[in-house]
């Protein structure tokens, strides 16, 4: 089965808000987080990457926290927009090992004007 | 680049027919994988490749098969599709950074998908 879950399967946040979106996962040996966008009819976007030697890491409006006493993971999207309506996922792995991502079920952000 | 391509973007068979899932990348990756999303749900793992001529299981392998002669190309093959296998199909490629400070370490880029479907 799978070893990383989403809290929510819905959010819906008024344009302008921030947004938080929760994972968590059940591997204590993954070593490595990805959250994926994905708009409708098109493949999972890269939004943002950590590494489990880190609390936190920023990009471009996105945050990613993790907390690995917990195993939770969540993105955090600044001031959202309606282009940031989709679904994102995350996503685990072991960087020691091969690809073997393994998703979450995914949580769709709906954005209110 | 044309990045990653997959053909066909559609296609239905029949019970027991066979086909193969086109994948083809431009950017010289390394890694290459195919995942299945089934309707609400997130992608599972079926086949990858870490290379030409190397490849191995997923989590859901069975019922496909797959092979990787070029860098550029990893082809999934159906031998005797299945109902079960109405999903639509996504490859993925990436190069595989390891040490690289700031990252991302794994980043992996998507294809459009393949939505099959099977009577």
């Known amino acids: 089965g799978e070893s990383v879950g989403l809290h929510l399967p819905t959010l819906s946040v008024q344009e302008g808000d921030n947004s938080i979106i929760n994972c968590a996962y059940s591997?204590?040996?993954?070593?490595?987080f990805i959250w994926y966008k994905q708009e409708s009819g098109k493949g999972p976007q890269f939004i943002i990457d950590?590494?489990?030697?880190?609390d936190k890491r920023q990009g471009q409006r996105v945050t990613v926290l993790l907390n690995k006493t917990v195993k939770h993971l969540s993105l955090q999207i600044a001031a959202t927009q309606p282009g940031d309506s989709a679904v994102y996922f995350c996503?685990?792995?072991?960087?020691?090992?091969?690809?073997?991502?393994?998703f979450g079920q995914g949580t769709r952000l709906t954005i209110n004007p | 680049n044309a990045g990653v391509t997959q053909t066909p973007k559609f296609q239905v068979l029949k019970t027991g027919q066979s086909m193969t899932l086109q994948c083809a990348q431009d950017?010289?990756?390394?890694?290459m994988s195919w995942y299945r999303q089934d309707p609400g749900m997130g992608l599972r793992l079926i086949h990858y490749?870490?290379?030409?001529?190397?490849?191995d299981q997923g989590e859901v392998p069975n019922g496909y098969n797959v092979s990787r002669s070029t860098t550029e190309d990893f082809p999934l093959r159906l031998l005797s599709a299945a109902p079960s296998q109405t999903s639509v199909y996504f490859c993925?490629?990436?190069?595989?950074?390891?040490?690289?400070?700031?990252?991302?370490?794994?980043?992996?880029?998507f294809g459009p998908g393949t939505r099959l479907t099977v009577l």
């Open positions: 993925a490629s990436s190069l595989y950074h390891l040490g690289l400070a700031g990252g991302p370490y794994n980043e992996q880029f």
């Open positions: 591997n204590s040996a993954s070593d490595y």
């Open positions: 950590i590494r489990s030697n880190m």
């Open positions: 996503a685990e792995n072991m960087i020691q090992g091969a690809q073997k991502l393994v």
């Open positions: 950017m010289n990756h390394e890694y």
């Open positions: 490749s870490v290379g030409a001529g190397i490849t």
